[in-house]
């Protein structure tokens, strides 16, 4: 019944989680911050992938998303949950209110727009220092717990972050495969072909956006809870290229190219770690190589194995 | 009464009038074609009748009601659906999803029904699909279903946007030079393609160079030259019309049919 295109990237996934368990902190660490990327760039991937826009402001609202939590868990006596819950309906609001202006500009003059909304966002996680204690950041946030129980371990963690990615990712592919996820594959492909078939383009790019929104925030959340303690410099330009890189080299518009981006990009670093100063080298030239030979990123390879039966270009 | 009402419509781009106080009206189920030389402005015509440019001065009622500036897919969604002289396919997409799409304006269902996939969306989403297949067999591109949608040949680009276009359900549709590129066996199978759908019921309006295609299907003729409306009449009418020959006569084509 269920594909194994589904089924193999959920067993890998669990299978490295096991991996990660079993080798110890640093591991699970570093695989905790892929599964929180990785819901990061699911919502990334709606809105760049499936409804073909630009944005490089997405860091603002895992902002929103990671002091929200912060203060209200570390500071007001919140439950991670309820936190999560609210910071997120805040950044949809606030991604509302962003989006509505700005995504009636078209290109490069939108991509600007995110940007700014971006670096706009960091300038106030610094300056606001009442609020987010600037440069010094934010520690004492509890970890996750869920119905009340406290997932003290970062192993406990990493089991729930990895039930929280695949269950971001099985949304977004319900989401896709429906009416509204074909009108955002259709401003993809034509804004002309699709405001003559009747889709409202303004409201579709924005319900797309705030979609996008609400991923961040989780993440933001996802990441304070995980790592305890968050300062301006998470949510800064690096994040973005970071998500990037991830999104395109896991491939953009598939369902698990931004988990399997975002696992490499993680993981690659750390394995690399032996070779000393050769290491930045040898991590760039494997990026390149990846988008030399896998220029739909690395999720689009698997239409390779897929050839002559209906060649479903997108679902990978 | 008609279904499309155009009643003094002036388009100016700057110092150029693309389209000089057009009056005509389309009565449901009709088959009327507007032709004229290059740059006469028919597209231009069509933009604004579909609502991608408001009309300088002058209506556009659709249906009875004033459709005069309102958006694109307002207009689209009211059953006005057009299709492009540039085809406009989704072209990373399947042939099959290419169709897909242009079910959305008869669909329903947003972010919620996506997410909770009831029965009732369920079903949809199968007649959405066999839509779609009966659509492709309709134009004959079942068997390229499933191909991207960019890897037809461009005379097949055409015709699978002008299924796209069928799958909105249109009460009035317009092609835009729907013939241009297309070799005689193509021509000739879109013909039948554009008579059949017009005796479904559709009431179509057809821009079309190609002079044989539009004397065989059309019921009734505009003429535009320069912007402006030069005669309006039966295909044998304007065949005889002296303001038609003269105009086709200074420019390169002609009415031979
Ligand atoms: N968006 C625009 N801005 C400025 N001028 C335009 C625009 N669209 C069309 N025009 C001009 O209006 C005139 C009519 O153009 P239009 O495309 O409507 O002609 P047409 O009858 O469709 O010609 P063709 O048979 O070549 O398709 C032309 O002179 C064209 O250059
Ligand atoms: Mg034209």
Same mark, same amino acid.
């Given at each position: ?41 699911? @919502? ?59 995504? %009636? ?12 909304? @971006? ?17 010094? @950041? ?43 996820? %074909? ?32 991923? *961040? ?76 030979? *896998? ?12 050839? @002559?039966?209906? %060649? ?5 | ?44 015509? &069509? ?5 991608? &440019? ?83 067999? &309709? ?86 030259? &320069? ?31």
């Amino acid at each position: 019944m269920i594909p194994w295109r589904t089924l193999l990237p959920i067993a890998a996934a669990i299978v490295l989680t096991g991996i990660g368990l079993l080798s110890g902190s640093y591991a699970v660490t570093v695989l905790g911050f892929a599964f929180i990327y990785t819901i990061f760039c699911t @919502g990334l991937n709606f809105f760049m992938g499936y409804t073909g826009q630009a944005s490089f402001g997405q860091s603002a609202f895992a902002a929103i998303g990671g002091y929200g939590s912060a203060i209200l868990c570390a500071d007001y006596g919140w439950g991670p949950l309820p936190a999560l819950i609210v910071t997120m309906v805040i950044s949809g609001i606030a991604a509302l209110l962003v989006g509505y202006p700005t995504l %009636r500009l078209r290109g490069h003059y939108l991509a600007m727009a995110t940007f700014a909304l @971006g670096l706009i966002v960091y300038e106030i996680s610094i300056e606001w220092t009442s609020l987010t204690q600037g440069y010094m @950041g934010y520690s004492g946030v509890p970890p996750l717990s869920l119905l009340g129980y406290e997932l003290g371990t970062v192993e406990q963690q990493l089991v729930a972050l990895l039930v929280l990615a695949l269950f971001g990712i099985f949304i977004s592919n319900r989401l896709r495969q429906s009416r509204f996820g %074909r009108a955002l594959a259709a401003i993809a492909g034509s804004e002309a072909a699709a405001r003559a078939l009747g889709i409202d383009i303004a409201r579709c790019k924005l319900i797309a956006f705030v979609i996008a929104a609400l991923y *961040a925030s989780a993440a933001g959340s996802l990441f304070a809870h995980f790592v305890g303690f968050i300062s301006p410099e998470v949510f800064g330009v690096t994040m973005v290229v970071q998500s990037f890189a991830m999104l395109y080299l896991g491939g953009i518009g598939t369902t698990w190219g931004p988990m399997i981006g975002a696992i490499i990009v993680s993981i690659l670093p750390e394995a690399l770690r032996g070779l000393q100063e050769m290491q930045d080298i040898a991590y760039t030239a494997i990026l390149i190589f990846i988008l030399i030979f *896998a220029p739909r990123g690395l999720a689009g390879l698997s239409s390779l194995f897929a050839r @002559g039966k209906s %060649r479903k270009l997108e679902e990978a | 009464m008609a279904l499309l009402s155009v009643q003094n419509e002036t388009k100016r781009f700057g110092g150029l009038l693309a389209n000089d106080a057009i009056s005509f009206d389309v009565k449901e189920g009709e088959l009327l074609a507007v032709i004229g030389p290059n740059g006469a402005g028919k597209t231009t015509l &069509f933009n604004v009748i579909s609502g991608f &440019f408001p009309p300088t001065t002058g209506s556009i009622h659709f249906d009875g009601r004033d459709i005069t500036g309102a958006s694109p897919h307002r207009v689209a969604s009211s059953g006005l659906i057009r299709t492009y002289q540039l085809v406009q396919l989704f072209k990373q997409l399947t042939v099959l999803e290419n169709v897909e799409i242009g079910s959305h304006r008869v669909t329903e269902g947003g972010v919620f029904s996506a997410l909770l996939r009831p029965p009732s969306m369920r079903r949809q989403e199968e007649e959405v699909r066999a839509t779609a297949r009966e659509l492709l067999r &309709f134009v004959g591109l079942e068997k390229q279903a499933d191909m991207p949608a960019d890897s037809l040949p461009y005379g097949r680009q055409r015709l699978l946007e002008v299924a796209r276009a069928l799958a909105a359900k249109p009460r009035l549709l317009l092609l835009d030079e729907p013939a241009a590129g297309l070799n005689m066996q193509e021509t000739a199978a879109l013909a039948e393609v554009i008579r059949r759908i017009h005796a479904g019921g559709t009431t179509v309006i057809l821009i079309e160079h190609d002079m044989s295609l539009v004397m065989q299907i059309a019921q009734r003729i505009v003429v535009l030259d &320069f912007g402006r409306k030069i005669a309006e009449g039966t295909p044998d009418e304007i065949k005889a019309h002296p303001d038609v020959i003269a105009a086709y006569l200074g420019g390169t084509e002609t009415l031979d049919a």
